[in-house]
C-alpha cells in the first residue's frame, strides 16, 4: 500500500541556520508529491509540489524540496530558517493520474530557537 | 484564488447535540471535497470522499451515520456530527480539489475546532 513517512517527529534549528525535514515515500508507480505547513490551530498551506519534470522544486518562503527516486525521498530544505518557520509540516502523497486519495506522514514539527 | 473556508472556526456543544460544520469552496467549483479529523498532535486522518450529488465515500471505521455529509453544489459540502459525545472532540478540516482528476492537488479550509462537553 502506498506511504508516506516522515522520521523525524520533532526538530529544533537555531534561527538562520538551513533545514531540511525528511520524507520517505512508498509507491508503485510515479506519485505526486506535497508539502503543507500548518500553524497552530490554523488549516494547511501549501508549500509546494511535485508532479513531474525538473527533481528540485520551488515553492513558496523560500523553501525547496527535491524528488529523488533512487532514495525514494521527497526531502524539504530552506538555507536560513526564521523564527515564523516554526510550525509543523506535513509531507503528502498520491498516485499520479486519475483522481486518488491523498495520503499524509505524521508530520515533523519544527522548533526555531533565538 | 482557490480559497476554501469552513464555518464555525470553533463550536462549543452539549453531549448529545447534533453540530454542523459547513465547507465552501470560494473562488471555484469542487467536484470532489474531502472531510479530515485531526487528533491533537496527530497526522490528517481521511474521514470521507464526497462528490456533488452523490453519496460519500467513507473510509473505513468511520461511522456513516454518525458524521453525515452533504456535497449540496460545487461550492459547499457539509459534516453533521450527530448527537455528538466528548471523544468527538476534535480538528476537523476539509478540502476541495479543483477536479476530480488531473493534479490532485487538494485546498484546505482552515479547520473548525469541536468541543463536546
Known amino acids: 500500500a502506498q506511504s508516506v513517512t516522515q522520521p523525524d517527529i520533532h526538530i529544533t534549528v537555531s534561527e538562520g541556520a538551513s533545514l531540511e525535514l525528511r520524507c520517505n515515500y512508498s509507491?508503485?508507480?510515479?506519485?505526486?508529491l506535497f508539502w503543507y505547513v500548518q500553524s497552530p490551530g490554523q488549516g494547511l498551506q501549501l508549500l509546494l509540489k511535485?508532479?513531474?519534470?525538473?527533481?528540485l522544486v520551488q515553492g513558496i518562503k523560500g523553501f525547496e524540496a527535491e524528488f529523488k527516486r533512487s532514495q525514494s525521498s521527497f526531502n524539504l530544505r530552506k538555507p536560513s530558517v526564521h523564527w515564523s518557520d516554526a510550525a509543523e509540516y506535513f509531507c503528502?502523497?498520491?498516485?499520479?493520474?486519475?483522481?486518488?486519495?491523498?495520503?499524509f506522514g505524521t508530520g515533523t514539527k519544527l522548533q526555531v530557537i533565538p | 484564488g482557490a480559497v476554501v473556508s469552513q464555518h464555525p472556526s470553533r463550536v462549543i456543544c452539549k453531549s448529545g447535540t447534533s453540530v454542523k460544520i459547513e465547507c465552501r469552496s470560494l473562488d471555484f467549483q469542487a467536484t470532489t471535497m474531502f472531510w479530515y479529523r485531526q487528533f491533537p498532535k496527530k497526522s490528517l486522518m481521511l474521514m470521507a470522499t464526497?462528490?456533488?450529488?452523490?453519496?460519500?465515500?467513507?473510509e473505513q471505521g468511520v461511522e456513516k451515520d454518525k458524521f453525515l455529509i452533504n456535497h449540496a453544489s460545487l461550492t459547499l459540502s457539509t459534516l453533521t456530527v450527530t448527537s455528538a459525545h466528548p471523544e468527538d472532540s476534535s480538528f476537523y478540516i476539509c478540502s476541495a480539489s479543483l477536479s476530480s482528476g488531473g493534479s490532485n492537488e487538494q485546498f484546505f479550509g482552515p479547520g473548525t475546532r469541536l468541543t463536546v462537553l
Open positions: 511535485y508532479f513531474s519534470g525538473d527533481t
Open positions: 503528502a502523497g498520491t498516485y499520479s493520474g486519475g483522481y486518488q486519495k491523498v495520503t
Open positions: 464526497s462528490n456533488e450529488g452523490s453519496k460519500a465515500t467513507y
Open positions: 509507491y508503485g508507480a510515479t506519485p505526486y
